[in-house]
């Protein structure tokens, strides 16, 4: 009896040592299994939340981009979103300016062109003329397609010929002809100089040659472009004590007409306007602001819309 007892109790143990063996590697087996697992979980999550922070600063960045955001529109002389919000808090201030020693400026490249909340509405076409109004100490405030618009000082002085097109134009011929005048005096000391080497007789200076005299004077035109007109108008109007108003339109009084470029008509023009605004109204009240814009010019007159009080 105690002999079989034994026996049993040796089976018995040979049993549980080998389960307790099997135990052991089913749960070393599973818990690297279960890791894993977490860790695939976890990287498509992360990536997707890395890749949406991307997006997001992408579109912020287009967002913070005014310019980016503009619908533009072709105009004479300018690109332009003229639907932008014109309304907000003025960050360019109307009564800041003063007049301006420049008359015009000749762009031979695009500036951008800003409102007076501070936003740019657009930018101007390469190679136009616009016509400055004032100045303060960053901005210039200019007229271009018949609108007030600010241009940075910077920018028109980067790519701006101070002047006319006409006279940015001028300025290159007569440096093409300078330059010109010194490649032949260049020339014609150079062969002197060869021919006094060749024959051993002493240099002599080349009297200088004058190119200029065989070039025939530029015609002089007896008009004025629409831009010099509409310049040549406000100068006398406001040498005649009317002041610049443009918070008159669509408020005061209004009429159309036009301004011939005749030389001599834009100031024939403000002689007869200055002896209108000394009369003033029906009650002799003398008009002292005016205000007008150009609608539309040919080769004959320059075409406006204008405002006093």
């Not at 310019?67 to 960050?91: C, S």
């Not at 200019?142 to 101070?162: E, L, M, T, W």
């Not at 010194?182 to 007789?201: F, H, L, P, Y």
């Not at 209004?254 to 301004?259: A, L, M």
């Amino acid at each position: 009896m105690k002999k079989n007892l034994l026996i049993v109790m040796i089976i018995m143990a040979i049993v549980l040592a080998g389960c307790g063996k099997d135990t052991s590697k089913a749960t070393s087996n599973a818990e690297p299994a279960v890791k894993a697992e977490a860790a695939i979980s976890e990287s498509p999550e992360s990536a997707e939340t890395e890749e949406f922070k991307k997006d997001e600063e992408v579109s912020e960045g287009e967002i913070d981009s005014n310019k980016d955001a503009l619908n533009l529109k072709e105009y004479e002389y300018v690109f332009e979103d003229r639907d932008i919000d014109k309304d907000g808090e003025i960050a360019i201030h109307y009564e800041s300016f003063n007049p301006s020693d420049i008359v015009f400026y000749y762009l031979k490249e695009s500036v951008d062109l800003y409102i007076d909340n501070g936003k740019c509405i657009g930018y101007t076409k390469p190679d136009v003329e616009i016509n400055v109004i004032g100045e303060n100490e960053d901005w210039y405030l200019i007229n271009v397609d018949g609108n007030d618009r600010y241009a940075k000082i910077d920018d028109v002085r980067a790519v701006g010929f101070s002047g006319s097109k006409k006279d940015y134009l001028n300025s290159q011929q007569e440096t093409a002809k300078e330059i010109e005048s010194a490649d032949i005096d260049v020339q014609a000391n150079e062969v002197s100089q060869s021919v006094a080497s060749d024959t051993g007789s002493p240099v002599s200076e080349t009297p200088k040659q004058d190119v200029a005299a065989d070039v025939p004077a530029p015609a002089q035109s007896n008009k004025y472009t629409p831009e010099e007109a509409i310049a040549v108008y406000r100068s006398a109007m406001e040498t005649g004590g009317i002041a610049w108003n443009p918070a008159l339109k669509g408020v005061t009084s209004w009429g159309t007409g036009w301004i011939y470029l005749e030389k001599g008509q834009p100031e024939w023009c403000a002689s007869t306007d200055l002896e209108s605004f000394a009369m003033g109204d029906s009650a002799g009240n003398p008009w002292t602001e005016y205000y007008l814009e150009v609608t539309s010019s040919d080769e004959s007159a320059v075409y406006i819309t204008a405002w006093h009080n």
